[in-house]
């Protein structure tokens, strides 16, 4: 067969993406493509309209997503990126905003926000990219890097232990919590969707190969085979207990992925001049419904 | 807006009440409707009082986690259309500065309150002092346009907050309101005037609804493009990265440059409008007392009693510190004016003086904790007189 010249003049995501800033600055092989076409194709899936959307990114690889997108979007600076989306959603309740940043991102510099927004439930969705380092400054330690993975700031192996991030988030209060990885783009897109129509502080972790920063030195290889990795060794779970969803990345270590919280707390309102309404103690941990799931919803 | 809501946002009449409570009172005058804060002494009445009255009218106040995110909350507010706030002191001061130039190069106006106390560090936490003023004008990274006002009565804390805002919408950029201690914290006469009477300086906004090829920082001659707000279908991008007019990255040094150049540049080109001094009987001073804030109170009083002694001092109180008035220290300086500049940190805006006036100055300096008593500024200018006028003289307290 000769080969043929494929020309594709639109594609569905074309309005959601700013095509004239494209091709993106990501290399070869990086999972933040796919990661970011799950969260457009979210957008649209949401029947949310697109123009009350807002995308608030912090620094980093991942944190070049806002400018990618055609929806109105902020850059903003390194850690900060929730609490300036918790400016726009509280001074403009009708916007839906969404917080797409990296691990160190939400978890290092911006940890204390997310604890925050996250504790008062406030109406966002966050999505965050764990590729396991600092991929923008060239592949250093960060919050998730494995227990003895190398990088660059850890010639001799990691010393520190990774943040079990869906268990943090949902002990902070998050009302939805998943976990996929960019090979589940059908998974990770209809959880990034029901996070958008969900109230409250919902919250996505995205694993995605950073085959320069992390990939190579810790022999997970190209972003391909890092992709078969997550085929190989993911397990889907959603009951799976909350406190085993640690990262290792091992040859022959599992990762679980599911929607592992969806539950409700009183969305964060904020104060008004009459007493707050009474609260119950609010429940840590509920195992999705399995009736929602039968729903497929997700 | 019913009736009653409008008459809670201008709170019309004479007050007594200290300065805290009238620069969140000029606040809600000028339609603040967004406060992200976090409690710190000697400015927490501020957050305290906006905690009771935002939600009066419907806006909002949020106690964020510390002041990086109160600054970055603020900055997002700004962003919907709202007129946004924060109040601190010295350290939440510092820990703001990042995103203080995320306000200047996204250009997004907002207000920023700090009632400076003693530092460096924690300092002094109750106590005064203006040692904090060339941190309002560098204190983030890069160049960058600063306004700061320096209210000298609790009055002005009130007039000043009011203008800030107008300045912050028309500059579009971040606007400081350098307040100290002993302002803060004083408790006085305030009148609040009629809402008719209070300026309103609209945001520049783009024309039809969406931006119709009109580029979100396209500068239209003014220096200061129209701002869009989040949610209306414009589409924007906003980015602290250097960027072209369509507001998309574009890291090269031309872009910069030139991005940077306008940005400064919004400095000069409004300079004239936006400097404010108060000058006291400069028309035959011989020496002219540079004051500003608390410390400006005691010059007035030390220059009245420099006067009943017979002797031509003046005074040149900065209502802007940042742009500062250059221009008029120039004159003065060329028509044989000596300075005296006396301040509560160890010689910051005399650094101004001097290098306007091209002379040697008195510096009279404290580093704070306690404010200047009028004796000891009047001994500073009869020094200052009684000198050669070449000899430079500089004083401390202790
Ligand atoms: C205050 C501050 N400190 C450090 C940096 C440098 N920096 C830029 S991105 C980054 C790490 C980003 O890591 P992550 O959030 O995981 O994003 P990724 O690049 O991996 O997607 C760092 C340390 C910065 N921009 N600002
Ligand atoms: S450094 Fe890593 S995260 Fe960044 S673009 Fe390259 S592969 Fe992607
Ligand atoms: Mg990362």
């Known amino acids: ?298 | 807006m019913s009736e009653n809501e409008e008459d809670r946002h201008v709170l019309t009449g004479r007050h007594f009440m200290n300065g805290d409570t009238a620069c969140a009172e000029g606040a809600m005058a000028a339609g603040c409707s967004f406060f992200g804060g976090y409690p710190i002494t000697p400015s927490t009445e501020i957050a305290e009082r906006l905690a009771r009255r935002l939600p009066e009218v419907g806006g909002v106040y949020i106690q964020m986690e510390d002041e990086l995110a109160s600054i970055a909350s603020v900055l997002g507010a700004s962003w919907t259309g709202a007129r946004s706030m924060t109040a601190t002191s010295g350290p939440g001061f510092s820990l703001m500065q990042e995103n203080i130039g995320l306000g200047a190069i996204t250009e997004t106006p907002c207000v920023i309150v700090n009632v400076q106390r003693g530092g460096p560090s924690t300092g002094l936490p109750t106590l005064v002092s203006q040692a904090d003023m060339m941190q309002a004008r560098w204190g983030s990274h890069g160049d960058y346009p600063a306004v700061a006002y320096c209210p000298a009565s609790c009055q002005e804390m009130f007039e000043l907050t009011v203008l800030a805002f107008n300045t912050a919408d028309l500059l579009r950029t971040p606007v400081l309101v350098m307040a100290d201690e002993a302002i803060g914290h004083m408790t006085e006469r305030v009148v609040i005037p009629d809402k008719s009477a209070i300026e309103h300086v609209a945001r520049k906004r783009p024309h039809a609804s969406a931006m119709d090829g009109q580029l979100p920082y396209e500068s239209d001659g003014s220096m200061v493009p129209p701002m869009p707000r989040a949610g209306r279908g414009y589409r924007i991008h906003v980015t602290g990265l250097t960027h072209d007019e369509r507001g998309y990255p574009a890291t090269d040094a031309a872009t910069h440059d030139k991005l940077v150049r306008r940005l400064a540049g919004k400095l000069t080109h409004f300079a004239p409008e936006i400097i404010k001094v108060e000058e006291v009987q400069l028309e035959d001073a011989e020496v002219v007392l540079v004051a500003y804030g608390s410390t400006s109170r005691s010059a007035r009083h030390a220059l009245t009693m420099l006067r009943e002694e017979g002797l031509p001092v003046g005074m040149l109180r900065l209502i802007t510190a940042w742009p500062f008035p250059g221009d008029r220290i120039a004159q003065l300086a060329e028509r044989g004016c000596q300075f005296v500049v006396p301040e509560l940190n160890l010689g910051q805006m005399a650094l101004e003086v001097e290098r306007n006036a091209h002379q040697s100055i008195t510096r009279l300096n404290h580093a704070g904790g306690i404010t200047m008593s009028p004796e000891q500024i009047a001994e500073a200018v009869r020094e200052t007189m009684s000198c050669a006028r070449e000899k430079s003289w500089s004083m401390s307290i202790s």
């Open chain 1, 1 to 298: 067969m000769c080969p043929r010249e494929i020309v594709v003049n639109e594609h569905k995501l074309d309005p959601i993406l700013r095509s004239d800033r494209l091709p993106h600055i990501w290399c070869p092989g990086c999972g933040l493509g796919p990661a970011m076409a799950c969260f457009a194709n979210a957008i649209q899936e949401s029947g949310i309209p697109v123009d009350e959307h807002v995308c608030v990114s912090g620094i980093g690889c991942t944190g070049r997503v806002a400018g990618y997108l055609n929806v109105d979007s902020f850059h903003t600076t390194h850690g900060r990126a929730i609490p300036f989306a918790t400016g726009l959603k509280l001074s403009n309740p009708d916007l839906h905003v969404t917080v797409f940043s990296g691990d160190g991102d939400l978890f290092a510099i911006g940890g204390n926000h997310m604890l925050h927004a996250a504790r008062r439930n406030v109406d966002l969705t966050v999505i965050c990219v764990n590729n396991f380092n600092y991929g923008m400054t060239g592949g250093q330690l960060g919050p998730t890097t494995p227990y003895a993975a190398k990088t660059t700031t850890t010639p001799y192996g990691n010393p520190d232990g990774p943040l079990n991030i869906p268990h943090l988030a949902a002990a902070l209060g998050a009302v939805f919590v998943a976990r996929w990885t960019v090979l589940h783009v059908r998974q990770l897109q209809k959880a990034i969707a029901f996070a958008l129509q969900k109230k409250g502080f919902t919250f996505v972790e995205v694993l995605s190969p950073c085959p320069i920063g992390f990939g190579r030195p810790n022999d997970l290889g190209d972003g391909l085979e890092e992709m078969s990795f997550y085929r190989r060794q993911s397990v889907v779970d959603d009951q799976a207990p909350l406190d085993s969803l640690e990262i290792d990345m091992s040859k022959d270590s599992t990762l679980v992925l599911g929607n592992f919280v969806d539950r409700e707390r009183p969305v964060y309102q904020p104060m008004g001049t009459e007493p707050p309404a009474h609260r119950d103690r609010s429940v840590i941990y509920q195992p999705a419904d399995p009736e929602v799931k039968a729903r497929e919803a997700l």
